[in-house]
């Protein structure tokens, strides 16, 4: 199973961002990927969440009205789009499978992990 995150970059506060997952051998239908990040010395936490069966999504407070998941089914994507950023936004964005598919909060059941792609926000 590979996860290949990619999209970040360096922008400016206000600026959008779209990031895009790509999952491959993953065999399983019943699954949900789930976007982390992790600033420089603070802990990973959840951002989005997506279950892939019946596309349900989840948002952290943080980002809630500002970032969006959604799958694309043709090449087993996700993306996240992240619209009027913010300097704390900063951060290196993960992409990780649930397959259980309870789209948790927490990083520790989350199966496989993206090699992560860096967001940087500039004030």
């Known amino acids: 199973v590979q996860l290949q995150a990619s999209g970040g970059g360096l922008v400016q506060t206000g600026d959008s961002l779209r990031l895009s997952c790509v999952a491959s051998?993953?065999?399983?239908?019943?699954?949900?990927i789930g976007w982390f990040r992790q600033a420089p010395g603070k802990e990973r936490e959840g951002v989005s969440c997506?279950?892939?069966?019946?596309?349900?999504?989840y948002y952290a407070d943080s980002v809630k009205g500002r970032f969006t998941i959604s799958r694309e089914n043709a090449n087993n994507t996700v993306s996240l789009q992240m619209n009027s950023l913010r300097p704390e936004d900063t951060a290196v964005y993960y992409c990780?499978?649930?397959?259980?598919?309870?789209?948790?909060?927490?990083?520790?059941?989350?199966?496989?992990w993206g090699q992560g792609t860096l967001v940087t926000v500039s004030s």
């Open positions: 990780a499978i649930d397959s259980l598919a309870n789209c948790p909060w927490a990083r520790y059941p989350y199966d496989y």
């Open positions: 051998g993953f065999t399983s239908g019943y699954y949900a």
């Open positions: 997506i279950k892939v069966t019946d596309r349900s999504t």
